[in-house]
């Protein structure tokens, strides 16, 4: 079975400043991770996804994530969050050939002007 | 083209009562999955539907049912409401089995009191 771990629940930083959300993942076998943001009453927006190759992966607004497989993570960053960057941020796992995502208990950045 | 759209957006019900939450998926997209996001968690799997077939079922209660239409759109079914039901329902569209490709639509928030 797989699981997702979101070490964060909150993370508050400042305007321009970089932020990088953490998510480590289990799982016995090969594994596509997800990012999804989630704005206040709305639904789930793909930011990225890892499926296989480059390690780096980038995504929309200017994220970006890393696979390590070694040490099961899968980082989210950003060099310089804005405002609207403020949001709930889900990690995601699913396995080859399965049909369901598994989220991890999401973290909220809040940026501060 | 539009997303994948999700009716009604609110709903407020009693306990014991039955409620019904409906989805349309991407044109093109013949999969449709139901997750529950209860509030400060992450979303979990609920159903997937596939050709109007279940293709798979998360730990949910039997109170929790769907289907799907010709037409790929689908219902997701509670029965007996408790207040623990409450949460934002989340569909999501495919256009095969795989949780890759997920879309996911703007929500429904029941509200169970």
């Known amino acids: 079975a797989q699981s997702v771990t979101q070490l964060d629940s909150q993370v508050p930083v400042f305007e321009e400043a970089p932020v990088e959300l953490r998510c480590n993942y289990s799982?016995?076998?090969?594994?596509?991770l997800f990012w999804y943001v989630q704005y206040p009453n709305q639904g789930l927006q793909l930011l990225l996804k890892?499926?296989?190759?480059?390690?780096l992966v980038k995504g929309i607004n200017g994220f970006e994530a890393e696979f390590n497989k070694s040490q099961t993570s899968f980082h989210l960053r950003k060099p310089s969050v804005h405002i609207s960057d403020t949001a709930e941020y889900f990690c995601?796992?699913?396995?080859?050939?399965?049909?369901?995502?598994?989220f991890g208990t999401g973290t909220r950045l809040t940026v501060i002007p | 083209d539009a997303g994948v759209t999700q009716s009604p957006t609110h709903l407020i019900k009693t306990r014991g009562q039955h409620v019904t939450l409906r989805c349309s998926p991407i044109?093109?997209?013949?999969?449709v999955s139901w997750y529950q996001q209860v509030l400060g968690q992450g979303p979990q799997f609920i159903f997937q539907?596939?050709?109007?077939?279940?293709?798979g079922r998360g730990n949910f209660p039997d109170r929790f049912s769907a289907r799907q239409f010709p037409n790929y759109s689908s219902e997701l079914n509670v029965n007996a409401l408790l207040l623990g039901d409450s949460a934002l329902y989340l569909c999501?569209?495919?256009?095969?089995?795989?949780?890759?490709?997920?879309?996911f639509g703007p929500g429904t928030r029941l509200t169970v009191t």
């Open positions: 999501a569209s495919t256009v095969g089995l795989a949780a890759y490709e997920q879309y």
């Open positions: 799982s016995s076998v090969s594994v596509y």
């Open positions: 890892y499926l296989s190759g480059s390690t």
């Open positions: 995601a796992v699913t396995r080859t050939g399965a049909n369901n995502l598994f």
């Open positions: 044109s093109g997209h013949k999969s």
């Open positions: 539907y596939y050709e109007k077939e279940e293709r």
